[in-house]
């Protein structure tokens, strides 16, 4: 890192080049920019940083992270509690939910299967979910995970160990993404999307 930048400066170049994604340049482009910013500005991105451990939890009842426990979702109503859908992340909720097309509840894994980093069923909180299969009256359990292989084999796992439930297990489909033309899929995906092909 250069040395004509004073102090306060290098920490902020260094401590955003720990965001994912975000090299040097970057941070040193996007520091530069908070350095141009009115001060009251400034203030309000630190406060907003400052409080998010201060403020945020994860709900105990979906994990998912809110200000409340339990979350807003957890906490309606009106949503259909007889179907549970299960994401690997917080990201993953969120963008089912700006679809408007999913009306349940949700369970968030904070990850995937991955033995070799560690990750088995008690960090994902399997338990949890096992108990709400079997105490909220629960009828669709609909497995939202990536289809990465970690994805899909948490989707494997989390399948047989549902089969003791009087529970329909559903997996998101997978296929031809929107505007994408057919001769341009690969071959998994051509064959996924012809295993969930649907009548018009």
């Known amino acids: 890192m250069s040395k004509a930048f004073p102090p306060a400066l290098e920490r902020l170049i260094k401590n955003l080049s720990r965001l994912p994604g975000i090299g040097e340049k970057t941070a040193t482009r996007y520091a530069l920019q908070i350095l141009r910013w009115q001060e009251p500005t400034a203030q309000e991105l630190a406060v907003s940083i400052a409080e998010l451990h201060r403020k945020i939890l994860l709900c ?12 807003p979702i957890c906490a309606d109503s009106r949503r259909n509690r007889e179907i549970l859908c299960v994401v690997e992340g917080p990201a993953d909720l969120l963008s089912i939910e700006s679809s408007g097309a999913f009306n349940g509840l949700y369970h968030v894994l904070h990850g995937a299967l991955s033995p070799s980093e560690g990750v088995g069923p008690e960090e994902l909180r399997v338990d949890r ?3 709400r299969l079997g105490t909220q009256g629960i009828k669709e359990l609909v497995l939202a995970t990536s289809s990465t292989v970690a994805g899909e084999a948490t989707a494997a796992y989390l399948a047989q160990c549902c089969k003791e439930f009087p529970v329909t297990v559903t997996r998101l489909a997978c296929g031809i993404p ?3 033309d057919v001769k341009y899929a690969d071959q998994l995906t051509l064959k996924r999307a012809l295993e969930a092909r649907f009548s018009y």
């Open 178 to 180: 929107m505007g994408m």
């Open 60 to 71: 105990s009842t979906c994990f998912a992270f809110s200000e409340q426990d339990p979350c």
């Open 129 to 131: 979910l096992l108990n």
